[in-house]
């Protein structure tokens, strides 16, 4: 009864080689988000969908692309992966407002 | 910016010790959420809560709002080696009737309860 889920949980990619993680819901929700997280740090906001909607986050660099095909799926494209992108990619999905976000395991990305 | 200011960042104690995390603000929250984060998986939604002054326990977990609506604590009784882990707490949006869905985290509170 997974609700939020991402593929793969780990991934390892090469530098500058382009890489796509996905992530799907079972929750209906209208909105999705991608964050990423480093060590112990708090997770840092990339951009988010409400339905259709794309809201980038300011400092989130080019490199960083989304596409959300339709309400299930939502995908974070790396362009050219950095040493410095190697992080935990989470995904999460809210109906807004002051509801929660329900966070899925997350993609552990390496970079070589 | 509406930061959240999380104290401590570290936090190692041994098993059946008391704790308490911190949560603080110079703004009136609307609503708070406290997340907990086990070593590699996502963040878990504990609580939220919402009017000041509210309490709300889950087991040996205690979250208290205070009455301004400005901070929030949480206080871990007895802890135990399963509470490792990454405590976060977020401040929800205020409402605008427009797109604003995002949360604004805290820099979180690594625990580590050794056994």
């Known amino acids: 009864d997974a609700m939020v889920i991402q593929n793969p949980r780990y991934q390892v990619t090469q530098f500058g080689k382009p890489v796509t993680l996905s992530c799907s819901q079972t929750l209906n929700h209208n909105v999705m988000y991608w964050y990423q997280q480093k060590s112990s740090q708090a997770p840092k906001l990339l951009f988010h969908?409400?339905?259709?909607?794309?809201?980038n986050e300011a400092d989130t660099p080019d490199n960083f692309q989304s596409r959300r095909p339709n309400t299930s799926f939502c995908f974070l494209d790396i362009r050219s992966p950095g040493l410095g992108d190697a992080a935990m990619y989470l995904c999460?999905?809210?109906?807004?407002?002051?509801?929660?976000?329900?966070f899925g395991p997350g993609t552990r990305l390496t970079v070589l | 910016t509406q930061l959240l200011e999380q104290s401590p960042q570290f936090l190692s104690i041994q098993e059946g010790e008391n704790l308490t995390v911190y949560c603080n603000s110079s703004s009136v929250f609307s609503s708070l959420q406290w997340y907990r984060q086990e070593p590699g998986e996502g963040p878990v939604l504990l609580v939220t809560?919402?009017?000041?002054?509210e309490v709300k326990k889950l087991k040996r977990l205690t979250f208290q709002f205070g009455d301004a609506r400005k901070d929030s604590s949480l206080h871990i009784t007895a802890a135990q080696p399963g509470d490792t882990g990454l405590y976060l707490c977020a401040r929800t949006p205020p409402f605008s009737g427009g797109s604003n869905y995002k949360l604004t985290f805290g820099k979180g509170t690594l625990l580590t309860v050794n056994p």
């Open positions: 969908y409400y339905d259709k909607d794309f809201n």
């Open positions: 999460a999905t809210s109906r807004g407002g002051d509801d929660p976000q329900f």
């Open positions: 809560v919402v009017t000041g002054g």
